[in-house]
């Protein structure tokens, strides 16, 4: 009888230090796997942090790029084109004198916009894209052409950046190497989501060539998918290029 109570103790205690030992490794390995995720949160947090400063950096250079050409190829010639006829003025050319200086005012006005910190700063999707196919069609860089449908939702500011530096990818690219003469831009609200489509009637490009160099394609999709966005990029020789962005709310 006392045989068995001894047995008895020693099953129970073997058992007792094995439920302890089962959850103490059970405890260690929720709290490895704790960390784990806590150490990639903040390395995504981080990751993400970067590449808003990065693309907030980035829209201010391409800004300047802008500013610097519209200063020197626009603004520039419409003054001295104001100046040359101010030195042989007459009754007759003042009046056109007076317009070539209203167009030049106008002109720094819009680029005032642009220049303000608080358009990096506090940038609205649609109001950023709609200043952008302004000054295309000012310059006559290219026909462009915005149109907005479906009830305006609230972009979260920061994604908002990230989506227009996409798009401000896109038309660097249509402008400077498509030799495209159209580029259309749809902005479309939905109930949970915004989907925006660029597109060019350009030269447009071998899909797969570009697929194995990598242009662009790369960060554009990695940038979309740090903001719960998906990318689609299509482009065929000769038929153009388009991109479209799912951004969901």
Known sequence: MEQQGNETLIVSTVLIVLIVVFLVILFTVFQQRKNKLLLERAKNKKRYEREIAETQIEIREETLRNISW?????????????????????????????????????????????????????????????????????????????????????VNQKHGIVIFRILQEFFSNTIKHSKASKLEVFLTYKEDSIQVKA???????????????????????????????????????????????????
């Open 70 to 154: 519209e200063l020197h190829d626009n603004i520039g010639q419409l003054l001295t084109l104001a100046k040359i006829q101010l030195q042989h003025a007459s009754l007759e050319n003042l009046e056109e004198v007076s317009e070539i200086i209203a167009k030049s005012l106008t002109e720094v006005r819009a680029l005032s916009k642009i220049i303000n910190p608080d358009f990096i700063n506090n940038i609205k999707l649609k109001e950023a894209l709609n200043l952008e196919i302004e000054r295309f069609n000012r310059l006559n860089y290219i026909d462009a052409k915005l149109t907005i449908t479906g009830e305006e939702q609230e």
């Open 199 to 249: 597109q060019d009637n350009g030269v447009g490009f071998d899909m797969e060539r570009v697929r194995l160099k990598g242009i662009g394609l790369h960060n554009i999709k990695a940038r979309a998918k740090l903001i719960n966005a998906e990318t689609k990029f299509t482009s065929e020789a000769q038929k153009g290029t388009s991109l479209i962005i799912n951004y969901y709310i």
